[in-house]
């Protein structure tokens, strides 16, 4: 199943993906009410398969007839996307986790995961314009990134079980600031800008992803291909990572890890030979399964 968040007059509604466009839940229960049917996505992700499965139920039976679905079925070009994960508790992410991209920054391989964290300012959605903090930055680079989402609390799991705990996966864009990133040992500042971690369009649950250390993966900036890669180059795969973090802090469910960025990033490049992101820019990430995660960068001083 495809979740997605849909933005509504300044509150976020639950959508889910069909064949004919993204189902607004809240508007169908108005039609067609029922009292099994989670109504927010972190609701979901905490009631796990059974709520998967009554939505699931649910979008079936109202889908059965044109007359039922009319009005509730909205084209996704016309939705404001929201993050597709609203609310997570904690976010986590690894960082070096291509051996392409630590080579192509000099990097030593890491030993273990290199793990920092962003915060619930930095999220936003598909679509949604990005604000260049320029008053503190002129080096905001793009990392197309795959994103686990925790379904169940996890403390101290193995390698073999680690996937078991995942309710689905998701794009993001941790975009990240260099200059600040690098001012001092500790990366925090340069990743938690404004809505620096767009995320989405869908979030896909888990049985749509059978082996997520084998998705291909994209950034295009303005429509060039910047970074081409796979999951498989990941040092530590997301069975590894969850099982790693959880030795050391329970992850609950809604939590959210980015695992890493491959090879292609402006960073990589010769320093004489790198653009950073600028206004007008568009980036898309790809990852496949996942659809396409898309956003503008714009001035701060044209910013809405």
């Known amino acids: 199943m495809k979740l997605v968040t849909i933005e509504h007059e300044g509150q976020f509604r639950l959508g889910i993906k069909r064949e004919g466009g993204i189902l607004d839940l809240q508007a169908a229960l108005g039609r067609h009410p029922s009292k099994d049917v989670p109504t927010d996505v972190m609701s979901v992700i905490e009631g796990g398969v059974e709520a998967v499965a009554a939505l699931e139920a649910y979008a079936e039976q109202i889908g059965k007839s044109v007359e039922q679905t009319e009005g509730l079925l909205l084209r996704e070009e016309d939705i404001r996307f929201g993050p597709c994960v609203t609310k997570p508790n904690k976010i986590i992410c690894v960082g070096l986790n291509y051996r392409q991209h630590a ?175 600028k206004h007008g820019d568009v980036v898309t990430i790809e990852i496949e399964c996942l659809g396409s995660l898309t956003n503008r960068l714009v001035s701060e001083q044209h910013f809405n």
């Not at 990097?107 to 320029?134: C, M, R, S, V, W």
């Not at 200059?179 to 971690?197: A, H, N, V």
């Not at 609950?252 to 320093?271: A, C, H, N, Q, R």
Request: aromatic share 8%; charged share 20%; net charge negative.
């Open 103 to 277: 080579v192509e920054t000099n990097a030593p391989i890491p030993q273990y995961p290199i793990l920092f964290n962003k915060f619930n300012n930095t999220l936003t959605g598909h679509g949604q314009d990005i604000a260049l903090p320029e008053r503190v930055t002129s080096q905001v680079d793009y990392e197309a990134e795959l994103v686990i989402v925790i379904g169940k609390t996890a403390k101290y799991v193995s390698k073999e079980e680690a996937l078991q705990y995942v309710f689905g996966y998701c794009n993001v864009n941790d975009l990240s600031a260099r200059d600040l990133q690098m001012r001092t040992q500790q990366w925090l500042l340069g990743k938690s800008c404004d809505d620096f971690s767009p995320l989405g369009p869908y979030l896909v649950t888990a049985d749509e992803i059978p082996n997520p250390n084998d998705l291909e993966m994209k950034c295009m900036v303005n429509g060039e291909v910047r970074q081409h890669s796979n999951t498989s180059d990941m040092i530590f795969p997301c069975n590894e990572v969850v099982s790693y973090i959880s030795q050391h802090m329970t992850l609950s469910p809604g939590d959210i890890i980015l695992t890493g960025t491959p090879e292609g990033v402006v960073l990589g490049l010769p320093e004489e030979q790198r653009v950073y992101l």
